[in-house]
C-alpha cells in the first residue's frame, strides 16, 4: 500500500470514529440495546464496561543531523504514529492493545502469529486483591526510566534500550506485596519471529538452536518517600543454543519525581554466550555485508537524567548514557577485553503550549561519541560521532473516553483497510 493511501486510511479512521463515538455518547449505550455481549449474558445484565479510552500518538520533527561534524542531511521525519485502545469491564478484567504505525510490518512471523506493528495486545485478570494474571503480548519486565516511560517521550534512547526486543507473547504473574511493592514473574517468548531476525549473521559454527525460545523475568518495584523514590530491579535469563549460549541480563532504574524535578539514575547489564544486540558483531561486517555472530560478549549501560518543571509551559532537561562492551571470554579471532565505548549527551527544552495538555513542542541537542579499541579497530571498527539538533512536536490525542461495539467494528474495518 502506499504512503498517501495508508495516510488517508488513518485520518479517515479517525474521524470516522471519532464521530462515531461522539454519537454513542450522545444517543445510545456502551452496547447496542438490540443485542447482548457473551459478558452481558454471564453477568445477569450487570455492570459490563468499567471505563475505557482510545488515544493516538503522535511526534514528528525535523532533523539536522552532522557525521564527524560534517553536515550529513537534514529531513522531516515523522517519530512515531501509535494507536491506543485500553480498558477495563466487570471489576476483574483490562486490556492494552497498542499498534505502531512506524514499525516494520510482517503479517508471517512463525513464532508468536502476530504482526511486529502490534507492540500490545495482552488481558489482564484480577484473580484477587494481590493476585494480577496477565497474557498475551506484552512488555518484558525490564527495568529503568528510559525503558518503561512511553517511549514517545524519549528523543534518544540508550544502544542498549534500542536493541531489545522488548515486546513479547507470554504470561506474567504480578503479586503486591504491599501498596507499595510488587513482585513480577513473567515468561515470553525469546523473539517474535526466525531466529535471523535476531541473529543476522547466523549462529557460530558448532551452536544448534534452542528448541524452546523462551525467557524468565524476575522483576521488584518499590514505591517509598511518600512515592516521590521509585526503585524498580529486574533479573531475566535465556538460552539461545542448546549448549551454555545463556544470556542473563540484570537492570535496575532510581527515580526521584516530585515536582519540579525529575531524576534517575538507570544501570543495565547482560553477559550474552551470544550477541543478541548485534553492537558488536556488527563491527565484523565486510562491504558485502557478511558478519559473524560474536560469542561470549557483555555490555555494560548507565543512564542519568535530570529535568527541571520551570513552570508548568516549559520543562528542561540534561541527560547523559555512557555505554561499554566488550568479550569475557576468549574465542577463535576474538580476544578478551573491551571493543567499544560510546557517550551520549543530550539537552532538551520542551514548551507546553496549554496546561494539562500532553502537546507540546521541543528543541533537542544530541552529541553522540562512538569509540572503538585498538582490538576493534583491527576487526573494522570505525571511531565516529555524530551531533544531531531535532524540533518537534509531540501530542497524544484523546480520541475518546467511553467505546461502543459500532467503534471497534470500524476500527477493525480500518485495519483491514491498511493490511489488505
Avoid at 12 to 39: R, W
Avoid at 110 to 122: I, K, M, Q, R, T
Avoid at 279 to 308: A, P, R
Wanted: hydrophobic letters at 40%; one cysteine or more; a neutral charge.
Amino acid at each position: 500500500m502506499k504512503t498517501g493511501g495508508l495516510l488517508k486510511g488513518i485520518l479517515t479512521s479517525v474521524l470516522l470514529v471519532g464521530g462515531t463515538a461522539s454519537v454513542c455518547a450522545q444517543n445510545e449505550a456502551l452496547v447496542s440495546s438490540e443485542e447482548k455481549t457473551l459478558l452481558e449474558k454471564l453477568s445477569g445484565n450487570k455492570r459490563k464496561i468499567d471505563w475505557a479510552n482510545m488515544n493516538i500518538q503522535f511526534a514528528s520533527s525535523l532533523k539536522a543531523s552532522f557525521i564527524n561534524r560534517e553536515f550529513d542531511e537534514a529531513a522531516f521525519r515523522v517519530d512515531r504514529i501509535r494507536l491506543e485502545i485500553l480498558g477495563a469491564l466487570h471489576n476483574k478484567f483490562s486490556y492494552h492493545f497498542r499498534q505502531s504505525f512506524n514499525q516494520y510490518t510482517n503479517p508471517n512471523i512463525p513464532l508468536d502469529n502476530l504482526s511486529g506493528s502490534v507492540e500490545l495486545a495482552v488481558v489482564n485478570w484480577n484473580v484477587s486483591d494481590r493476585v494480577t494474571l496477565s497474557a498475551g503480548k506484552q512488555a518484558v519486565q525490564l527495568s529503568g526510566y528510559e525503558y518503561w516511560v512511553s517511549a514517545i517521550k524519549v528523543r534518544q534512547f540508550s544502544d542498549f534500550n534500542n536493541a531489545i526486543p522488548c515486546y513479547q507473547a507470554g504470561l506474567n504473574v504480578s503479586y503486591a506485596l504491599n501498596p507499595d511493592q510488587t513482585m513480577n514473574f513473567q515468561v515470553t517468548n525469546l523473539r517474535n519471529g526466525a531466529l535471523e531476525d535476531q541473529f543476522m549473521y547466523g549462529l557460530p559454527q558448532g551452536v544448534e538452536r534452542s528448541k524452546v525460545p523462551v525467557l524468565a523475568t524476575a522483576n521488584w518495584d518499590g514505591f517509598f518517600v511518600d512515592r516521590a523514590l521509585q526503585l524498580r530491579y529486574s533479573l531475566y535469563v535465556w538460552s539461545a543454543g542448546e549448549e551454555k549460549e545463556h544470556l542473563f541480563t540484570f537492570t535496575c532504574g532510581n527515580v526521584w519525581d516530585k515536582k519540579p524535578f525529575l531524576g534517575y539514575i538507570d544501570l543495565m547489564f547482560s553477559r550474552e554466550g551470544l550477541d543478541s544486540k548485534g553492537l558488536l558483531s556488527g563491527i565484523t561486517v565486510d562491504e558485502e555485508g557478511n558478519g559473524t555472530t560474536i560469542q561470549n560478549v557483555n555490555y555494560f549501560t548507565t543512564i542519568g537524567n535530570l529535568d527541571y518543571r520551570v513552570n508548568p509551559h516549559l520543562n528542561l532537561y540534561i541527560k547523559g548514557v555512557y555505554e561499554q562492551g566488550g568479550v569475557y571470554k576468549e574465542t577463535p579471532g576474538f580476544e578478551e577485553g573491551t571493543y567499544r565505548r560510546v557517550w551520549n549527551t543530550q539537552l532538551c527544552a520542551e514548551y507546553y503550549p496549554m496546561e494539562n495538555s500532553e502537546l507540546l513542542l521541543y528543541l533537542h541537542f544530541l552529541y553522540k561519541n562512538i569509540h572503538f579499541t585498538e582490538r576493534a579497530r583491527l576487526l573494522g571498527g570505525e571511531n565516529r560521532n555524530e551531533q544531531r539538533i531535532s524540533l518537534g512536536l509531540v501530542y497524544t490525542l484523546p480520541v475518546f473516553l467511553e467505546i461502543s461495539l459500532r467503534v471497534l467494528r470500524e476500527y477493525h474495518s480500518f485495519l483491514l483497510y491498511v493490511f489488505q
